[in-house]
């Protein structure tokens, strides 16, 4: 069996937990930051777990993960 590559876009953008979940980054927290709340961006500030139909793609982008 060959060795698989690891998708590096992916690699960049998502960790796995301990439990296997895919843990990504809050979007809309990069720019135009004057007209956004201080709770919203409070709120977008922690990681995310990716949602449930999604993760299996994700997981195979990352097959040493």
Request: proline letters at 6%; glycine letters at 6%; a positive charge.
């Amino acid at each position: 069996m060959p060795k698989l590559k690891t998708k590096k876009g992916a690699k960049k953008r998502f960790k796995l937990t301990a439990s296997g979940k895919v843990k990504r980054k809050r979007a809309y927290l990069r720019h135009i930051l004057s007209s956004k709340t201080r709770r919203q961006k409070r709120h977008l500030r922690g990681p995310a777990i990716v949602d449930a139909v999604d993760a299996p793609a994700i997981k195979r982008m990352l097959p040493y993960g």
